[in-house]
């Protein structure tokens, strides 16, 4: 069963608020995914989901809307009951500020958690963020927090050239590389996790996936496509911002997230991804 609920506020310039009852319970996660029973919200505006969620271990936290509209799906298979299942509450809000004011200008614990990801996402570095954060003790925040290891370097292809005219083993090799192959992507960690209940520093990180075109396919079909043929998990440490229940205020700890890590492409007839 698949249940739509559309909210659209009358006037154009106000916010949606959705606020989940603290009795949230739905059918558990299967490796950290919300496949069978899930409520997600979507932003009309642009199609992006905002978050999914299900099991018990915690509430979702409050979601606001980008602009009037904002759209709540549920989706429930027909095996194992959802309990106690979710409430939702719904409010209007009024923008106290304009577009035009940077949102971090504003105290962190002002700001609704998405405006809040934006304003974090905006900090060029960890020193600036957590000064932000916690203005009056960040230099003891941040000599808990700072480690060495979290940089992570990114790899770009390198390729030597021969000293004669012309190489055809070499042009078919750089062919071959900017075909179909594993390439620097940068990443959303909240859209990949699907958390929109926590904010990550960095907001984005570089993985391999597959990119590039098959344009010497040797398949016999009409259009071949480029898909992921060996696919591993990395993990990433970064710093994770989650908000206090029943108070003002965030938790802030290093954690390891496992982002998808394309290791090998290939090029396969559409419609045949799945092998």
């Not at 509209?69 to 106290?96: K, L, T």
Request: charged share 25%; glycine share 6%; proline share 5%.
């Amino acid at each position: 069963m698949v249940l739509v609920w559309r909210l659209v506020a009358v006037e154009e310039n106000v916010w949606i608020q959705l606020t989940f009852d603290e009795r949230f319970g739905l059918e558990d996660p299967e490796d950290d995914i919300c496949k069978y029973d899930f409520v997600e919200v979507e932003e009309p505006s642009d199609g992006s989901v905002l978050g999914r969620w299900c099991g018990s271990g915690s509430v979702p936290g409050k979601q606001i809307s980008k602009g009037n509209q904002i759209r709540i799906r549920f989706v429930s298979d027909e095996y194992f009951p959802s309990e106690p299942g979710f409430c939702i509450h719904y409010s209007i809000v009024v923008p106290q500020f304009t577009e035009t004011v940077s949102p971090s200008v504003l105290p962190a614990a002002a700001l609704p958690l998405d405006l809040l990801n934006n304003a974090v996402t905006a900090f060029s570095t960890l020193e600036d963020l957590i000064r932000y954060l916690e203005p009056d003790r960040w230099q003891l925040d941040l000599e808990d927090l700072y480690r060495p290891t979290w940089q992570l370097l990114g790899k770009a292809f390198v390729f030597g050239r021969k000293s004669r005219a012309v190489d055809l083993n070499l042009l078919k090799e750089e062919a071959r590389l900017y075909s179909c192959t594993p390439r620097n992507f940068s990443v959303s960690v909240r859209e990949e996790l699907k958390r929109a209940d926590t904010i990550f520093w960095p907001g984005c990180l570089l993985v391999k996936r597959c990119g590039g075109n098959c344009a010497c396919c040797l398949h016999t079909c009409s259009e071949c496509q480029c898909v992921p043929s060996k696919v591993t998990k990395k993990y990433h440490e970064v710093l994770q911002l989650r908000p206090k229940t029943g108070v003002r205020g965030l938790h802030k700890s290093l954690t390891d997230v496992a982002l998808e890590h394309h290791e090998e492409c290939d090029c396969v007839c559409r419609g045949n991804a799945g092998g």
